[in-house]
């Protein structure tokens, strides 16, 4: 019930491409769901986040989509560049903690 | 920009040895964390701190394991006996009121 499932683990995209990544919770005590990118070497850096009664948020390229009877949200990347190439968290808050998703690797081919 | 720091980058220690991990917050945060992750896998929570107390703690954290703010700007986490399965990257984290967290560069922790 704590957990954070994301998908796909690895993606490529070609440059100017859509990058999607899918996460689902099932704990509905969730309230806060943040995206982090991690950059090798680094510590993950907060991307991007929604609360559960927003269903989109879009900031330049970067949008999350969430569906709240789903339990499901996403993160589109509109027009991916090499330098987008890093390791994507997706999270879930709880009780003052974040409880995060596997990650996924996205590549973006030059 | 202000930023969580973390020293040492990289840490090498002995099966059974201690080791110290610091960090300075951001410095009008009230609200600090670790996390670690194991090569390859997700972060994952340790510990929550507020007001010089453990606000939550993950089963992980377990007796070998404490955090300490020793003055205004350090905050410290202590493995008393190392095992070879804390090796991981280890994550500062720390926030003021609302709900973002900033995380701090990682200590790289190998034990051997």
């Known amino acids: 019930q704590q957990q954070v499932k994301q998908s796909p683990q690895s993606l490529i995209v070609q440059k100017g491409g859509i990058s999607i990544i899918n996460c689902a919770y099932e704990?509905?005590?969730?309230?806060?769901f943040p995206w982090y990118q991690q950059f090798p070497g680094k510590g993950p850096a907060l991307l991007i986040a929604?609360?559960?009664?927003?269903s989109e948020k879009k900031e330049g390229r970067f949008t999350i989509s969430f569906n709240k009877s789903a339990k499901q949200f996403s993160l589109h990347i509109m027009d991916s560049q090499p330098g987008d190439s890093a390791t994507y968290f997706c999270a879930a808050n709880r009780d003052d903690k974040i409880i995060f998703g596997k990650g996924t690797r996205l590549h973006i081919l030059p | 920009e202000p930023e969580v720091t973390q020293t040492p980058s990289h840490q090498v220690t002995q099966m059974g040895q201690e080791v110290i991990l610091r960090c300075v917050p951001i410095?009008?945060?009230?609200?600090f964390y670790w996390y670690r992750q194991i090569l390859g896998q997700k972060v994952e929570f340790l510990v929550s701190?507020?007001?010089?107390?453990?606000?939550?703690k993950s089963e992980i954290f377990d007796d070998q394991f404490s955090v300490e703010r020793p003055d205004g700007s350090n905050f410290t986490l202590k493995i008393r006996s190392t095992k070879l399965e804390d090796s991981a990257m280890y994550f500062c984290?720390?926030?003021?009121?609302?709900?973002?967290?900033?995380f701090g560069p990682g200590t790289r922790l190998l034990v051997l």
């Open positions: 929604i609360r559960p009664d927003v």
């Open positions: 410095s009008n945060h009230l609200y």
């Open positions: 701190f507020y007001n010089n107390e453990i606000s939550e």
């Open positions: 984290a720390s926030r003021f009121e609302g709900e973002t967290q900033y």
């Open positions: 704990n509905t005590a969730f309230d806060y």
